[in-house]
């Protein structure tokens, strides 16, 4: 959208280090002469410093591009290895077969490889990007790679490319050999205000506008506010157009203004973001938030109330697993009135079986007293008819027996002891009725 509506071929201000958008400002032109005159000197090494955003990486393409019919090159941009690792992908770079790794073969294998290129008349040229991250092992492996030589020049040039960070590791003591041996140094500066608007219109003529309309496609408020606000650092400056642009052609004008400009420089600007808040500590929250119903909105709560939940569903679970395994027999069931009625029936049982022990003899001894004053001499005889006998209850009841001729009578005192308490007055005789029947006195 944004290229048909602004009649472009391609997109002008991309992220990708394309050499075809360098422009060569007056320190990138500095630099790219120092880089290739101290290649074409065979000078060893040589390096490149300047600050993120710069353009080292695409300059670096395009001196590999000067250099590609001359010399055999090699771009390496993973820094973040082992000795050992920055060694075979070195040589796989310039196509070289590793083996199988051994750092003394590999060694053996470059210095063939570099022998039989310089006899063919061709340098080899390695550029190191990044370098600001190499760990001091690599470094030193850097230096050694310049011991690959003949009495009359170098066989292989290094080339260091990184950010401050690298200047300030190579000016210490550890690293003093390596920075003898680095015979040129290239810096890259800001640009201008004049050179960010040559820089815009640069690379619009180089992704298909015309001259007249790349000169009017940013006014010069547009121009100046983004060489104020990028710090003329060109990644910053491809931000921006980009934003501007976007909302030129969303808005269907064909002209970027500089409120257009403004209006991304807000966009883009990370500190208007607000902050996100942290959540206020436990102790902050209501008390009554702490409950299962309303848990505490937080990451402590909600794992509080889940866990309560969890363990209350556990224990309803156990106790139905209980219910479901143990049989009925097992079962404890609380029955509070059961020792009680126990109790009762065994007291009113025993009042019972007393109750009828005292009839009995009571009877007994009525029927003794009127036959010892009807006859004083016939003795008592039991009747020789079969008397139906009645199991035995309790042992202090008076069982007949068929078997013996005579009937030993129990006396009144002997069943003294066995009487119940007296009564007391105004209440009624409830004493219960036998269960047998009570024995008659035999006519003589």
Same mark, same amino acid.
């Given at each position: 959208?944004?290229?048909?509506?602004?009649?472009?071929?391609?997109?002008?201000?991309?992220?990708?280090?394309?050499?075809?958008?360098?422009?060569?400002?007056?320190?990138? =032109?500095? +630099?790219?002469?120092?880089?290739?005159?101290?290649?074409?000197?065979?000078?060893?090494?040589?390096?490149?410093?300047? $600050?993120?955003?710069?353009?080292?990486?695409?300059?670096?393409?395009?001196?590999?591009?000067?250099?590609?019919?001359?010399?055999?090159?090699?771009?390496?941009?993973?820094?973040?290895?082992?000795?050992?690792?920055?060694?075979?992908?070195?040589?796989?770079?310039?196509?070289?077969?590793?083996?199988?790794?051994?750092?003394?073969?590999?060694?053996?294998?470059? *210095?063939?490889?570099?022998?039989?290129?310089? @006899?063919?008349?061709?340098?080899?040229?390695? %550029?190191?990007?990044?370098?600001?991250?190499?760990?001091?092992? /690599?470094?030193?492996?850097?230096?050694?790679?310049? *011991?690959?030589?003949?009495?009359?020049?170098?066989?292989?040039?290094?080339?260091?490319?990184?950010?401050?960070?690298?200047?300030?590791?190579?000016?210490?003591?550890?690293?003093?050999?390596?920075?003898? &041996?680095?015979?040129?140094?290239? &810096?890259?500066?800001?640009?201008?205000? *004049?050179?960010?608007?040559?820089?815009?219109?640069?690379?619009? &003529?180089?992704?298909?506008?015309?001259?007249?309309?790349?000169?009017?496609?940013?006014?010069?408020?547009?121009?100046?506010?983004?060489?104020?606000?990028?710090?003329?650092?060109?990644? *910053?400056?491809?931000?921006?157009?980009?934003?501007?642009?976007?909302?030129?052609?969303?808005?269907?004008?064909?002209?970027?203004?500089?409120?257009?400009?403004?209006?991304?420089?807000?966009?883009?600007?990370?500190?208007?973001?607000?902050?996100?808040?942290?959540?206020?500590?436990? +102790?902050?929250?209501?008390?009554?938030?702490?409950?299962?119903?309303?848990? /505490?909105?937080?990451?402590?709560?909600?794992?509080?109330?889940?866990?309560?939940?969890?363990?209350?569903?556990?224990?309803?679970? /156990?106790?139905?697993?209980?219910?479901?395994?143990?049989?009925?027999?097992?079962? $404890?069931?609380?029955?509070?009135?059961?020792?009680? +009625?126990?109790?009762?029936?065994?007291?009113?049982?025993?009042?019972?079986?007393?109750?009828?022990?005292?009839? %009995?003899?009571?009877?007994?001894?009525?029927?003794?007293? @009127?036959?010892?004053?009807?006859?004083?001499?016939?003795?008592?005889?039991?009747?020789?008819?079969?008397? &139906?006998?009645?199991?035995?209850?309790?042992?202090?009841?008076?069982?007949?027996?068929?078997?013996?001729?005579?009937? $030993?009578?129990?006396?009144?005192?002997?069943?003294?002891?066995?009487?119940?308490?007296?009564?007391?007055?105004?209440?009624?005789?409830? =004493?219960?009725?036998?269960?047998?029947? %009570?024995?008659?006195?035999? @006519?003589?």
């Amino acid at each position: 959208m944004l290229l048909e509506h602004f009649k472009l071929a391609v997109q002008p201000f991309g992220v990708t280090p394309d050499a075809r958008f360098l422009y060569l400002s007056q320190t990138h =032109r500095e +630099a790219l002469a120092s880089l290739f005159y101290g290649i074409e000197a065979g000078r060893g090494f040589t390096a490149l410093i300047a $600050v993120p955003g710069m353009g080292k990486t695409t300059l670096m393409f395009q001196l590999l591009g000067l250099l590609m019919g001359n010399a055999k090159t090699a771009f390496l941009f993973q820094t973040l290895c082992g000795p050992e690792q920055f060694l075979r992908a070195l040589l796989v770079d310039l196509g070289i077969d590793d083996g199988d790794g051994d750092p003394v073969r590999m060694h053996a294998k470059l *210095n063939a490889y570099l022998l039989e290129e310089s @006899k063919k008349g061709r340098q080899v040229v390695a %550029v190191i990007d990044e370098a600001q991250n190499l760990d001091e092992r /690599v470094l030193e492996l850097v230096r050694m790679l310049s *011991n690959f030589e003949t009495p009359g020049k170098k066989l292989m040039h290094l080339v260091l490319s990184g950010q401050p960070q690298l200047a300030e590791r190579l000016s210490s003591e550890q690293l003093t050999q390596l920075r003898q &041996r680095i015979s040129i140094v290239a &810096r890259l500066a800001p640009f201008n205000t *004049n050179e960010t608007r040559e820089y815009i219109e640069h690379r619009l &003529r180089v992704a298909g506008a015309p001259t007249d309309q790349a000169k009017a496609i940013f006014s010069n408020e547009a121009c100046a506010l983004i060489a104020q606000q990028s710090g003329g650092i060109p990644r *910053n400056i491809n931000n921006l157009c980009f934003n501007a642009m976007s909302l030129a052609c969303a808005l269907n004008r064909r002209q970027v203004e500089a409120s257009m400009v403004r209006e991304a420089i807000s966009d883009l600007d990370l500190a208007t973001i607000p902050k996100l808040q942290a959540p206020p500590p436990l +102790a902050a929250w209501p008390s009554h938030s702490l409950s299962l119903l309303n848990p /505490v909105p937080s990451v402590t709560g909600v794992w509080r109330y889940r866990w309560a939940v969890a363990i209350a569903f556990l224990i309803c679970l /156990v106790l139905l697993l209980a219910h479901l395994v143990i049989p009925p027999n097992n079962r $404890v069931l609380a029955h509070p009135a059961a020792p009680a +009625a126990t109790q009762s029936a065994g007291s009113e049982s025993g009042a019972v079986r007393t109750a009828d022990a005292l009839s %009995v003899a009571q009877t007994a001894q009525r029927t003794a007293e @009127k036959e010892s004053s009807s006859s004083q001499v016939a003795p008592l005889t039991v009747s020789r008819h079969k008397r &139906r006998s009645r199991p035995t209850r309790h042992s202090s009841r008076i069982t007949l027996s068929n078997e013996t001729s005579t009937s $030993v009578q129990p006396t009144a005192a002997s069943l003294s002891d066995q009487r119940l308490p007296p009564k007391a007055p105004g209440t009624v005789d409830q =004493r219960p009725v036998p269960f047998g029947p %009570v024995p008659q006195r035999e @006519k003589p």
